[in-house]
């Protein structure tokens, strides 16, 4: 044997152990089902819902952003911000500048001429929304170079010239200006111009850089004018996904440096210079601070515009400055934005409130909105704020609908999504604050839509549940008409020509004699043939009015209407034959293969069709669906004589006449049945169309006719020949011997006792 030890027997303990644990595990389970059960399965879902729609809103994907901006649009559209005089001036080089001086860019002279017009006017600060990033062609050295066979010391003289841009610079160095820069995609070739000054600014926090808007790159003004300008800043218009430009960065991160943006860099110089500040807190840039103004920021350090109507008294156009048509008063004391609304210039921007706009008027409205404070912000604290609002009007949606209903919970929440925003208009309108209800509204309300959709569906499932219970008793039809008209649910009715079906089993005293002992047997058969003939009945648009024992009764024509109500009834009763003699067969062998005893069944139908009352029948308490009148009562007393007449089905006079030739019948007899004074002509129904034309059948129905004739004539000598020829035949689902020895004792017991004079030929029933 190798030395290695063979497993043993798991100890005692251990299995215990094991035991323990799936017992722990399986009441574990059945708890959780049971506080599922009773916390709801509307309710989980809710919940399981609810969850991603919190998550989806902190995770932000693009639609749900652009669905929040388009809320804060709607309020800007709703009410803009109120124009507040500012000393704001927009020098516009429009169309017609452009058709008056020339085309862009102009000689760097007469934009210095524009700068000395505005620094004698007492213009508080200028910037450019525009960039100078070459140097200018018409400049005379450049002029120079151009010239082809020119007098040399011409050249010189022109070389000798200062270059246009070097005017323009001298024209800088003297006025309160902020040279416009653009952030560029993509890092360029070179690099920034080498000892720029530096923008003074104070961080007061963590580093704002993370947060803030990058570009790779910068396109700056020549080096000459760079050096010369007092101030740098860049002037882009950041617009959102969908073109729009709701915000703009108070500062970017170009090329590795913080860089203002044009507005808050003319504000400095316009106050005195000093440094910028930057605040930041753990959720990202807060504020800045210029001029000993602290402006709230987004995290990301951009600025909400709150955007007013456009402002065409802001505007002067560049040729009339250029032209000293504009007063000095209008300029002194003013910050001064240069830019273009020319369209072939490209600065033609897109805005919540504006459809187009220059883009020096947004930073314009950028500059009154500090000036004036009316500025808009979106809190830190929004994004837990809302998350908020959704999670409690969400969990209210789980605890209510279930419990108030669809209806009441939709007006309570209606009411808390009124109530949710007005509080963000007012919040918006009264301290310019941003808080997004929005999404908020749209999560709960698909919360309360899942609610209610999960309990349609318990109550439909509930419905179906009672309509297929409803139909072991009704007709589908009925049930389905009740279902979707519960008005109909009310005691009355209504008169119409319907079609009557009574249907009994032959023999079932006898029957039931016999399985005396055996109850459940009885039933179980009873069963057995109630089910197939109901399906027969149902299946040919019949209507059960009720089952009296081994009786079935049924009618056509309504709840629906049926135009052919007296052939389907006809053709239902010929089926329920079938499936009798089916079940026989299978009852024989059954009792061949179980040695036991033999039970056969026959049914007799009776039908017949008149104007019936037919409605909801009975009391307050209870009622049901039924039908009343002569013609119901008349198809009962049809069925009883079906074993007089040795006819499985019997028909009255309007049914007959209502099916015509699409069936074989014969009469049987003019007869008062119990009950009635009027006499009533029966007929037998023997088969479908097939049988109808059918030659031997046809020939016998006409034989009886002629003893009919004969009978009722009182010629029994005619209506015994006739007898004797009629031995012999058979019809289907009538007894024909029988039949023929109904009539051969009534015509001896005439012929003992002839009839009165008067006689008519009918028969007047005994018995029901």
Request: charged share 25%; hydrophobic share 45%.
């Amino acid at each position: 044997m190798s030395g290695e030890a063979l497993p043993g027997p798991v100890p005692a303990k251990r299995r215990d152990d094991a035991r323990w644990a799936r017992l722990r595990r399986l009441l574990v389970r059945r708890r959780l089902v049971r506080m599922a059960r009773r916390f709801g399965f509307s309710r989980v879902l809710g919940l399981c819902l609810l969850l991603p729609l919190l998550a989806l809103r902190v995770w932000d994907p693009i639609p749900l952003e652009i669905l929040r901006l388009k809320i804060f649009d709607l309020y800007q559209v709703a009410m803009p911000r109120e124009a507040s005089p500012q000393p704001l001036v927009i020098v516009d080089i429009d169309e017609e500048s452009l058709a008056e001086v020339g085309q862009w860019p102009w000689p760097r002279t007469d934009v210095a001429r524009m700068i000395d017009s505005l620094r004698a006017a007492g213009a508080a600060a200028v910037g450019f929304d525009v960039v100078f990033a070459e140097p200018d062609r018409t400049s005379p050295g450049r002029y120079a170079d151009f010239l082809g066979d020119v007098d040399p010391a011409v050249i010189e003289a022109l070389r000798a010239l200062p270059s246009n841009d070097e005017v323009f610079a001298d024209t800088l160095r003297q006025t309160r200006l902020v040279l416009g820069q653009s952030g560029y995609h993509r890092k360029l070739e070179g690099g920034p111009p080498p000892d720029l000054p530096k923008i003074p600014l104070a961080i007061i926090g963590n580093d704002p850089t993370p947060y803030l808007f990058h570009f790779p790159a910068l396109v700056r003004n020549t080096p000459v004018l760079e050096q010369a300008a007092p101030g740098r800043a860049i002037f882009n218009l950041v617009p959102g996904r969908d073109g729009l430009v709701r915000r703009i960065p108070a500062f970017v991160v170009a090329e590795g440096q913080i860089v203002p943006s044009l507005a808050l860099e003319m504000l400095r110089l316009a106050t005195g210079g000093n440094a910028f500040a930057i605040k930041t807190d753990e959720a990202g840039v807060s504020a800045f601070v210029v001029g000993g103004v602290e402006v709230p920021t987004d995290r990301h350090g951009r600025i909400w515009m709150y955007y007013a109507e456009s402002r065409r008294d802001l505007y002067v156009s560049a040729r009339d400055l250029l032209k000293g048509r504009v007063p000095p008063e209008r300029l002194a004391g003013r910050l001064v934005l240069i830019g273009t609304s020319a369209a072939g210039l490209f600065d033609i921007k897109a805005t919540p409130v504006h459809d187009r706009i220059p883009g020096v008027e947004i930073h314009a409205q950028m500059l009154e909105m500090i000036l004036s404070g009316q500025l808009l912000l979106r809190p830190h604290y929004a994004l837990g704020a809302e998350l908020f609002v959704l999670a409690a009007v969400g969990l209210l949606m789980i605890a209510l609908v279930p419990v108030f209903g669809a209806a009441l919970t939709m007006l309570l929440g209606a009411l808390a999504a009124a109530a949710l925003l007005l509080a963000s208009w007012v919040l918006f309108t009264s301290e310019g604050l941003l808080i997004d209800v929005a999404y908020p509204l749209v999560g709960s309300a698909a919360v309360y839509t899942v609610l209610v959709f999960t309990n349609y569906l318990r109550e439909e499932g509930r419905r179906q549940r009672v309509r297929s219970a409803f139909r072991q008793y009704l007709s589908p039809t009925l049930v389905d008409q009740l279902a979707n008209d519960p008005g109909r649910l009310v005691l009355g009715g209504e008169t119409r020509e319907m079609t009557v079906l009574f249907s009994d089993v032959r023999g079932f005293t006898a029957i039931s004699e016999r399985l005396q002992d055996r109850p459940q047997e009885l039933t179980r058969l009873m069963n057995r043939l109630l089910t197939p003939l109901t399906a027969e009945i149902m299946g040919r648009d019949g209507t059960i009015d009720k089952y009296m024992g081994d009786a079935v009764m049924a009618f056509w024509n309504a709840p629906l209407s049926d135009e052919d109500h007296a052939m389907n009834a006809c053709d239902a009763a010929l089926a329920m034959l079938q499936a009798v003699d089916r079940l026989n067969e299978r009852l024989r062998r059954e009792a061949e293969e179980g040695s036991g005893e033999t039970m056969q069944l026959k049914v007799g139908i009776g039908i017949n069709t008149g104007l019936c009352v037919v409605g909801n029948m009975g009391s307050e308490q209870r009622f049901d669906y039924s039908v009343l009148g002569d013609a119901v009562n008349l198809a009962s007393r049809l069925e009883g004589q079906c074993k007089t007449y040795g006819a499985d089905i019997i028909l009255g006079e309007t049914t007959a006449s209502a099916i015509g030739p699409r069936a074989a019948y014969m009469e049987l007899d003019l007869i008062r049945v119990k009950g009635k004074t009027e006499p009533q002509r029966i007929f037998a129904l023997l088969g479908g169309e097939p049988a109808a034309e059918g030659s031997e059948i046809q020939k016998t129905v006409n034989g009886i006719w002629d003893l009919l004739t004969a009978y009722r004539f009182q010629d029994w000598e005619a209506a015994t020949r006739q007898i004797g020829a009629l031995e012999g035949h058979t019809l289907p689902h009538f007894d024909l011997a029988g039949f023929l020895a109904l009539y051969r004792g009534r015509i001896e017991a005439f012929r003992r006792h002839p009839p009165p004079r008067n006689w008519d030929g009918v028969y007047t029933a005994e018995t029901k």
